[in-house]
């Protein structure tokens, strides 16, 4: 792809270095290395070791996480250590909760899994009052699961489940703006406060205010080292936006490249830098792990009143803003969450795009999440700003 993207905005890197930084506070959890037995043979062939009714179903799960944990239940793609951590840790506590909650005798063979089990999870999950999304998420889990068995759609939609519309419907675009200024709160103002308390929180907030980190991102920022000439970013060279590109893995390990081409961007790296202890160091405070480093993240965004509850807003907020911004520099209108439009399909798709390259996605539409459904618009309508990106793409999935 040859489009340039306009200043404020950046594409993900083309090819990926060979060798990166380790990314500071990564989970320690792998994936288990496979049995020397399990050599040679299929998934298929592995399970038929273990019968339903003869071998322990805890053991046989363990199996079945140990073959395929690692993918994705819907991409030819493996997904985060993060994911398998906790899709593993749900399902051991699922089988468990079967006899110690849903009042069956026995656990179950996963293979023999039914609808009544499901069904009786569902009921408990609904009297522990968890919300909607944690309940979507449970049964996306045990989708994968009923995958990994060749049981495609075993798990059926929430409403065979008992769950209503309104509680299982999820918006994939925003509703709202979610950014600081749409709240009435001055940035800038808070962060000089909370730098005062503490300056590598205030750090993280600078470079999430700057360059839309995610707050993981910010954590794991080291400001020295994950700042690199634009010859190193293997980026083609008629895309230079800046000398210095700084390189982020976000989800799933995907790399993006951010142009450091604005004085804002340049101050909070700045500072970042003046903060850490050394050039090897990242923005945590370095006696803390990752997790708690996090903690005292939201805690420090809690004092100072930075909550859904007392503000409408969260440190996501500053994401929220960098992407709309960035819709905005290409379109040349608000974005549709802020009430802009209409604007072209084709700028908008541009815009779009943009987005989501800055914000490390792989598909489009994911800029809906940020900044709105598309508000429509003829091609060339009078009044539609014209095009600041060049030859931009029509495919959903950008350069990787």
Known sequence: MSDAIPSKTVRRISRRRQQEPASPGRSSQQQPARPQGWAGKTPQEILARYQPGTAPPLKVLEILIQLFNTQHTALEKTVSHKTRQERAQFLQRFFRDLKQKAGFKTVPDPRNL????????????????????????YLSFLRGLAMWMGKHGFVRKPNHYGLSLEEYQRHESAQRDKSWSAQNIDAEAVIAEVCKFDIRVGASLRLMSALGLRRKESVQFRPFQHVMPFSETGLP????????????KGKGGRVRWIPLDSPAHLAALEFAQGVVDS???????PRRDLKRNLR???YVLEKFGITLRKRGATGHGLRHEVLNDAYEDVAGVPSPVRGGGPVSP???RAARLAVSQLAGHARARAADAYCGKSVGGRSGAPGTPPPRVHGADTDDSPAT
């Open 114 to 137: 039914g609808q009544k089990h499901i069904h009786a999870m569902v009921q408990v999950w609904q009297q522990a009052h968890l919300a909607p999304a944690t309940i979507q998420t």
């Open 237 to 248: 060279e008629n895309q230079q936006q800046a000398d210095r590109y700084a390189w982020v």
């Open 279 to 285: 050039r090897d160091a990242h923005m945590g405070d």
């Open 296 to 298: 005292r993240l939201d």
């Open 346 to 348: 084709k700028l908008d």
